[in-house]
């Protein structure tokens, strides 16, 4: 069964940095895409950024440039570096690995990111 757990969120005053680590256990990741999702209150879910197996990334508009997403395959572990935190970063966020065949998700439990002076 997957297993996806993650840790570094917390509060931050802006302009900070935070690192989220997602590890992931109970298969071989090799054919999964990783990433971070997040969701603030009173909106959907979206993409922060993914990383493919062979280290293909993708970043939303809102985080390019701030933000770097990297994977360990050899770890099964993907972390989010998150620099120059604003305010409308704040939101749970949430790892999430999804096959690329078959497009199955499976999802961390989330962890809080809150921006704030």
């Known amino acids: 069964q997957v297993q996806l757990v993650e840790s570094g969120g917390g509060l931050v005053q802006p302009g900070g940095s935070l690192r989220l680590s997602c590890a992931a256990s109970?298969?071989?990741?090799?054919?999964?895409?990783m990433g971070w999702y997040r969701q603030a209150p009173g909106k959907q879910r979206e993409l922060v950024a993914s990383?493919?197996?062979?280290?293909?990334?993708n970043y939303a508009d809102s985080v390019k440039g701030r933000f770097t997403i990297s994977r360990d395959n050899t770890k099964n572990t993907v972390w989010l570096q998150m620099n120059s935190l604003k305010p409308d970063d704040t939101a749970v966020y949430y790892c999430?690995?999804?096959?690329?065949?078959?497009?199955?998700?499976?999802w961390g439990q989330g962890t809080q990111v809150t921006v704030s002076s």
């Open positions: 109970g298969r071989s990741f090799s054919m999964f895409t």
């Open positions: 990383i493919t197996s062979g280290g293909n990334t």
């Open positions: 999430n690995v999804r096959h690329v065949l078959t497009r199955t998700p499976y």
